[in-house]
């Protein structure tokens, strides 16, 4: 027997030893090899859909949120422009609040001056007539000495009212 040529012996026992071990990896042990290879690729399947549909809800959310900036702006725009139509209302209510009051102080004051000039009128009234009186009085008493002065400054005043009154 040579050492690189095996013996026919030797090479069916290999082939026995060699068919058992097959048998025996192919019944109890490829089984869960192949399990285990089909599970990991399953598994790898499914965090493959996993990440596409993260990947795909990343979009989604990423959508959404500029959307939802999008409408906060217009809100904010919205909410922006009332303000200012509210204050430009507010002001405007204010003048014409204000222009309602001065114009009843103005009214009021136009009353009170209208009413001290009456009273002040109506007072130099007074005090003509008061001085006419005193005037008249002395004049009548230097005058009026004699009776016919008297009966002809009686007639000329009796004179004077009949035409006043007619």
Known sequence: MSLLTPDLGLIFWMLIAFGAVIFILTKFAFPFIIKGVEDRNKYIDESLAAAKQAHEDLKNVKADGEKILEQAKKEQAKILAEAIKSREAIIREAMDKAQKEAGVIIHDARKQIEAEKDDAIRDIRKQV?????????????????????QEAVINQLIDEMNIHNS
């Open 129 to 149: 007539v008061n001085l006419s009186f005193d005037i008249a009085e002395k004049l009548l008493r230097k005058n009026l000495d004699q009776q016919a002065e």
